[in-house]
């Protein structure tokens, strides 16, 4: 696996990632334990050295996973979390809306260091920008955790540019994570140029449509009950049905590639920059192996320029996420 630069940071990182939230819960009910812990190893094996989580994903469980998954390799790896959900950081009670608050971020992080086994957290992201605290105090409070050791670098989710810009005035931003993919386009306005002029990295999270641009997801695909998409208006069944077109463009030069419909999505974002690196998630070790043999699919130019021409021509059917997460975004 070759390695990529998230911006100007210094994090050095596999161009493919792996995100972690999946293996406990989400899209359905979790695995078992032995079995997410074994591809988790499976990823580092195959070269990834970027693995993510969050505090929220449980809350808490997903880090004590990878945290005891990565033991092993730990000094050969990079690892993001994130904190910023109104989390109780010693019972894991979730109570309403964000709490951005500095001692909440100080709690929060010392939770995190004993649950991944880490004496430093590689990558702290604020999870979603909260508006009831100065983004300048969030960076000025994860300042002061970087001058102590315990955290390396600062990331923000889903910020808009602004905020970007006067958190990264206090701390110098490392990476954004935002959603990213051939039928999610939102960053492409402002975020990505930012990042290119202030030398941050990007990592998309939910690279592949959750799930959809696999093409193993259509109108009558049903899930369980505790699956997100459930909620989610671009997975109803309407929109599966009427969003089949970016599905066939990429299972169409998907074909004539050699490849699947994943690792051409994939293959896509890794073609957009070269500070941009992707972190899907499996539970399943066959679709882990695929998708990381996206990092070995080149697209030509010519390639890039027929799906740009065919995705200008495809109107995606329904929101990304329902309307009061939608609302956390991009502020």
Known sequence: MKKRALGKSGLIVSEIGYGAMGLTGMYGQPIAKDDAIAIIRLAFERGVTFFDTAEAYGPFTNEELLGEAIAPFRGSIVISTKFGWNIDPDTGVRGPGLNSHPDHIRRATEGMLKRLRVESIDLLYQHRVDPDVPIEDVAGAVKELIAEGKIKHFGLSEAGAETVRKAHAVQPVAAIQSEYSLWTRDPEAEILPL?????????????????????????????????????????????????????????????????????????????????????????????????????????????????????????????????????????
């Open 195 to 331: 990042c290119e002029e202030l030398g941050i990295g990007f990592s998309p999270w939910s690279p592949l449509g959750a799930g959809y641009l696999t093409g193993a997801i259509n109108k009558d695909t049903k899930f369980d009950k505790s699956d997100f998409r459930t909620a989610s208006p671009r997975f109803t069944p309407e929109a599966r049905e009427a969003n089949q077109a970016i599905v066939d463009l990429l299972r169409d030069i998907a074909t004539r590639r050699n490849a699947t419909p994943a690792q051409i999505a994939l293959a896509w974002l890794l073609a957009q920059k070269p500070w941009i690196v992707p972190i899907p998630g499996t539970t399943k070790p066959q679709r882990l192996e695929e998708n990381l043999a996206a990092a070995n699919v080149h697209l030509s130019p010519e390639d890039l320029k027929e799906i740009a021409v065919a995705t200008r021509k495809i109107t995606i059917h329904g929101t990304r996420l329902p309307e009061a997460v939608l609302k956390l975004s991009y502020r």
